[in-house]
């Protein structure tokens, strides 16, 4: 059974830095596309960043880009979110996601397999 599990979520200050980590099992995740997602206190999930398959293209929302990087590592089929910069407004549980499509992980939820979520609160 294909399983995602993030990791690396916890406690920041403003200004700081986290990296999550999206590890994959059950499946070898080679030739997904991946994304990041999160969903604020109160608020709808929102997308945050996406990579293709082979890591060759990289997407991001507005509000992270320039402080957000999003990288891939097959060999130990493996996703990672470096976070600098971090923001309040940054608080959220991040989910990762997986999908054949790349175009789906960018501009879709309805993806094929979803993390449990990992929580970073950002403290201003």
């Known amino acids: 059974q294909a399983q995602l599990v993030e990791s690396g979520g916890g406690l920041e200050q403003a200004g700081g830095s986290l990296k999550l980590s999206c590890a994959a099992s059950?499946?070898?995740?080679?030739?997904?596309?991946m994304g990041w997602f999160r969903q604020a206190p109160g608020k709808e999930r929102e997308f945050v960043a996406a990579i293709s398959w082979s890591g060759g293209s990289t997407y991001y929302a507005g509000s992270v880009k320039g402080r957000f990087t999003i990288s891939k590592d097959n060999a130990k089929n493996t996703m990672y979110l470096q976070m600098s910069s971090l923001k309040p407004e940054d608080t959220a549980v991040y989910y990762c996601?997986?999908?054949?499509?790349?175009?789906?992980?960018?501009?879709?939820?309805?993806?094929?397999?979803w993390g449990q979520g990992t929580l970073v609160t950002v403290s201003s």
């Open positions: 059950g499946r070898t995740f080679s030739r997904y596309a």
């Open positions: 996601a997986a999908d054949r499509s790349y175009v789906r992980v960018t501009d879709s939820e309805n993806l094929e397999v």
